[in-house]
């Protein structure tokens, strides 16, 4: 019987291929089960039939593509971790309060060539921040801007092979089946042509397609991770008697100036202009990782303590805690909480979800559900985390910026880049060598290197792969090649294009763009050679098709992510994503034929 069966298997094996992927595509559109998973149970389920080897399902281990990509997220990581993009996002952010209007149009730029470079996931989530910030300077909603700044990423990354993941598989699946090896820059023209389309119709969409609600109707998801803080000016510091506007850390664009103490009055208007004077307390609202940040820095001390505690910095331990809503001290003043007396720690900031405490640190009424971040020795800290009013002690998440690294992150990118655009190195093996260097160098530290990674994407890419060679060791290619050329032989080179755009781009808004470019990649090359034709402009058309999803807000991750920030709902990019891609579409397809 079981050799009966196997019998069936060999003989019927294209069929069977088919069979599993049509139920893997059910699988990715209904998502009951993530994406991964159900890569996975295809794998599975060809090995289980015995029409993927083991040998075969291993040698997918030896593709460089996925770990390329892997480096790429750590490199990315490192620009993150040393503050890069942030510095970046101030200096706009700056020049926003005299030119605003300007400011919006070099922040797209900027993120369009960010995005050529760099993996577009921790782009857009510095970015959006910094998009609500422009969009409450411009007195617009942040749905006008938040669409765009994802469609932009998107476009930015398919102007180079390292752009995205995507590109990189597809330049990887394509080489494996014999085309030349794709370049940094051999796609840059379509994508610079595509670029220029995109915002073309992108200043279309936004004024008609775009939703326009009050600025106070989008829930600032990322408040929550805003703490309230004071640093005090030190004396004999180089603080001393700058201009406040002109102080580095309250330039920055996750730093917002809340006000200036001097003495008993706290000033909220007029502060920039002021000339700061020792034990000056500047109040911040700033993010977790500025907040850690500003302890390295020797001409102010931050946030509250009761008394003369000096605090060695090099001894001290850091831990967030949230109060319980049965801690004694809610409704009064934060320095009147009990801890703050009984032990030698500081509170370096407290945090309430979607708003401010206030007026000022040791002012700030303490309500349930706070978060507040202390440092002290660490046999003190043990302390609370015995305290029954304190919920869910523990080491904080955040770490610093390491800023004086930035030069050595930004040096690595542009060797790997430099590297591969002049055939000196492949460049997986110089992204590794980059990833050696950022991590020897401390620009990032192992585990944030690691944490960097997106491991989904990694396996699905594995198990996507798998699928693959299983589909053509089976015949199923071939299988869909022989039944497809027929109707083929008479179709114009720029109709083979866009047949392959079209359905590319079809499946990519259903199912997971690197699925689509591992699947699609080996029949367009399979096609082109049935038919006789080059197979690089189909490749290439794969290549922008499965990055090129405008149209759902699940077809892409920084879709996703702007999604939840600016409470879209499904149907707003529907509006703005069919004409985008529409549009994106034609003009590259037209563009690969004339280019490639």
Same mark, same amino acid.
């Given at each position: 019987?079981?050799?009966?069966?196997?019998?069936?298997?060999?003989?019927?094996?294209?069929?069977?291929?088919?069979?599993?992927?049509?139920?893997?595509?059910?699988?990715?559109?209904?998502?009951?089960?993530?994406? *991964?998973?159900?890569?996975?149970?295809?794998?599975?389920?060809?090995?289980?039939?015995? #029409?993927?080897?083991?040998?075969?399902?291993?040698?997918?281990?030896?593709?460089?593509?996925?770990?390329?990509?892997?480096?790429?997220?750590? &490199?990315?990581?490192?620009?993150?971790?040393?503050?890069?993009?942030?510095?970046?996002?101030? +200096?706009?952010? /700056?020049?926003?309060?005299?030119?605003?209007?300007?400011?919006?149009?070099?922040?797209?730029?900027?993120?369009?060539?960010?995005?050529?470079?760099?993996?577009?996931?921790?782009?857009?989530?510095?970015?959006?921040?910094?998009? &609500?910030?422009? %969009?409450?300077?411009?007195?617009?909603?942040?749905?006008?801007?938040?669409?765009?700044?994802?469609?932009?990423? #998107?476009?930015?990354?398919?102007?180079?092979?390292?752009?995205?993941?995507?590109?990189?598989?597809?330049?990887?699946?394509? /080489?494996?089946?014999?085309?030349?090896?794709?370049?940094?820059?051999?796609?840059?023209?379509?994508?610079?042509?595509?670029?220029?389309?995109?915002?073309?119709?992108?200043?279309?969409?936004?004024?008609?397609?775009?939703?326009?609600?009050?600025?106070?109707?989008?829930?600032?998801?990322?408040?929550?991770?805003?703490?309230?803080? /004071?640093?005090?000016?030190?004396?004999?510091?180089?603080?001393?008697?700058? +201009?406040?506007g002109d102080v580095p850390f309250a330039k920055r664009a996750n730093v917002q100036l809340v006000g200036l103490k001097r003495g008993v009055t706290l000033r909220r208007t007029g502060v920039a202009e002021e000339r700061l004077?020792?034990?000056?307390?500047?109040?911040?609202?700033?993010? &977790?990782?500025?907040?850690?940040?500003?302890?390295?820095?020797?001409?102010?001390?931050?946030?509250?303590?009761?008394?003369?505690?000096?605090?060695?910095?090099?001894?001290?331990?850091?831990? /967030?805690?949230?109060?319980?809503?049965?801690?004694? =001290?809610?409704?009064?003043?934060?320095?009147?909480?009990?801890?703050?007396?009984?032990? !030698?720690?500081?509170?370096?900031?407290?945090?309430?979800? !979607?708003?401010?405490?206030?007026?000022?640190?040791?002012?700030?009424?303490?309500?349930?559900?706070?978060?507040?971040?202390?440092?002290?020795?660490?046999?003190?800290?043990?302390?609370?985390?015995?305290?029954?009013?304190? @919920?869910?002690?523990?080491?904080?998440?955040?770490?610093?910026?390491?800023?004086?690294?930035?030069?050595?992150?930004?040096?690595?990118?542009?060797?790997?880049?430099?590297?591969?655009?002049?055939?000196?190195?492949?460049?997986?093996? =110089?992204?590794?060598?980059?990833?050696?260097?950022?991590?020897?160098? +401390?620009?990032?530290?192992?585990?944030?290197?690691?944490?960097?990674?997106?491991?989904?994407?990694?396996?699905?890419?594995? %198990?996507?792969?798998?699928?693959?060679? =299983?589909?053509?060791n089976s015949g199923s290619v071939a299988l869909i090649v022989t039944k497809v050329t027929p109707f083929l032989h008479d179709v114009p080179p720029w109709g083979l294009v866009l047949a392959t755009y079209v359905i590319s781009?079809?499946?990519?808004?259903?199912?997971?763009?690197?699925?689509?470019? #591992?699947?699609?990649?080996?029949?367009?090359? =399979?096609?082109?050679?049935?038919?006789?034709?080059?197979?690089?402009?189909?490749?290439?058309?794969?290549?922008?098709?499965?990055?090129?999803?405008?149209?759902?807000?699940?077809?892409?991750?920084?879709?996703?992510?702007? @999604?939840?920030?600016?409470? @879209? +709902?499904?149907?707003?990019?529907?509006?703005?994503?069919?004409?985008?891609?529409?549009?994106?579409?034609?003009?590259?397809?037209?563009?690969? *034929?004339?280019?490639?």
């Open positions: 019987m079981i050799a009966g069966a196997q019998d069936f298997i060999q003989q019927h094996q294209a069929v069977i291929g088919l069979v599993v992927l049509g139920v893997m595509f059910v699988g990715f559109v209904m998502e009951r089960f993530p994406a *991964t998973v159900v890569a996975i149970l295809g794998t599975c389920t060809f090995l289980f039939l015995g #029409i993927l080897s083991g040998r075969d399902f291993f040698s997918v281990f030896s593709n460089s593509a996925p770990v390329t990509i892997g480096a790429m997220f750590i &490199l990315s990581g490192a620009l993150l971790r040393t503050g890069t993009l942030d510095a970046i996002a101030s +200096r706009i952010i /700056e020049r926003a309060k005299q030119r605003p209007r300007l400011a919006l149009a070099e922040m797209f730029f900027g993120v369009y060539v960010a995005s050529a470079f760099l993996n577009n996931t921790p782009v857009v989530v510095v970015m959006i921040p910094i998009m &609500l910030k422009l %969009a409450s300077a411009l007195g617009i909603s942040a749905k006008r801007l938040l669409i765009p700044l994802s469609y932009v990423c #998107i476009l930015g990354g398919t102007t180079t092979l390292i752009g995205t993941s995507t590109n990189l598989l597809v330049a990887a699946v394509a /080489e494996d089946s014999g085309l030349d090896r794709f370049g940094i820059f051999t796609i840059t023209p379509v994508g610079l042509v595509a670029g220029v389309a995109g915002i073309f119709a992108l200043l279309f969409i936004a004024r008609r397609f775009l939703p326009d609600d009050s600025p106070s109707q989008i829930a600032l998801s990322q408040d929550h991770r805003a703490f309230l803080s /004071e640093v005090r000016i030190l004396e004999g510091g180089n603080l001393v008697g700058r +201009r406040i004077e020792a034990n000056d307390r500047l109040v911040l609202r700033l993010e &977790l990782a500025e907040l850690l940040s500003l302890r390295a820095n020797k001409n102010v001390e931050i946030g509250l303590t009761v008394g003369d505690n000096e605090i060695d910095q090099e001894e001290e331990a850091i831990v /967030e805690a949230m109060i319980a809503p049965s801690h004694p =001290a809610i409704g009064r003043r934060l320095i009147e909480i009990p801890f703050l007396s009984t032990l !030698r720690v500081r509170i370096l900031g407290i945090a309430r979800f !979607r708003k401010t405490p206030g007026p000022d640190l040791p002012n700030a009424r303490v309500q349930a559900i706070d978060r507040v971040l202390v440092t002290g020795p660490a046999n003190q800290i043990e302390q609370m985390y015995g305290n029954p009013h304190l @919920y869910g002690v523990g080491t904080t998440s955040g770490r610093e910026f390491r800023r004086s690294k930035a030069p050595i992150a930004i040096g690595a990118l542009l060797g790997v880049i430099l590297l591969a655009t002049f055939n000196i190195m492949d460049i997986g093996v =110089a992204a590794i060598i980059g990833v050696g260097l950022i991590l020897v160098t +401390r620009c990032i530290d192992a585990d944030e290197a690691w944490d960097s990674i997106d491991g989904n994407v990694l396996v699905l890419i594995f %198990a996507m792969l798998a699928v693959g060679l =299983a589909l053509e781009v079809l499946l990519t808004e259903i199912v997971t763009n690197n699925a689509v470019a #591992i699947l699609v990649t080996p029949l367009a090359i =399979a096609v082109a050679r049935d038919l006789g034709v080059d197979p690089y402009p189909l490749v290439v058309a794969v290549m922008f098709a499965a990055s090129a999803s405008f149209a759902t807000p699940i077809g892409y991750q920084t879709n996703t992510l702007v @999604y939840a920030a600016g409470n @879209y +709902r499904f149907v707003d990019f529907l509006r703005a994503g069919i004409p985008m891609t529409i549009c994106v579409g034609a003009i590259t397809c037209v563009a690969i *034929t004339l280019l490639i």
